[in-house]
């Protein structure tokens, strides 16, 4: 398939995880940090004897997780009009 033959996609479709790139964006992003802070002379001896393969796989998780809680939080405040908060407050 080429890629005059893919399907067009706006750039509102996906999820907001999707449209960042998912899980492969997200796994080289923490790549860089990691080598990143390998290669800062301040930070690198924090990390003497830390597993830098688990140290990814658990930054990896942390923030899939934050992807998710700031996307539930949109939601949340979308769902939040202004007639619903003055209800809620007593005031309409």
Known sequence: MSTDDAPASSPASGTLFERIGGVNTLINGVDV??????????????FVGVDMGWYRIKQVRVRSFVVVLEFFFFLLARAQTGR?????????
């Not at 940090?33 to 924090?46: F, H, N, R, T, Y």
């Not at 619903?84 to 309409?92: C, V």
């Open 84 to 92: 619903e908060l003055g209800a809620r407050s007593g005031r309409t």
């Open 33 to 46: 940090l990691c080598e990143m802070v390998l290669e800062d002379d301040m930070l690198a001896p924090l």
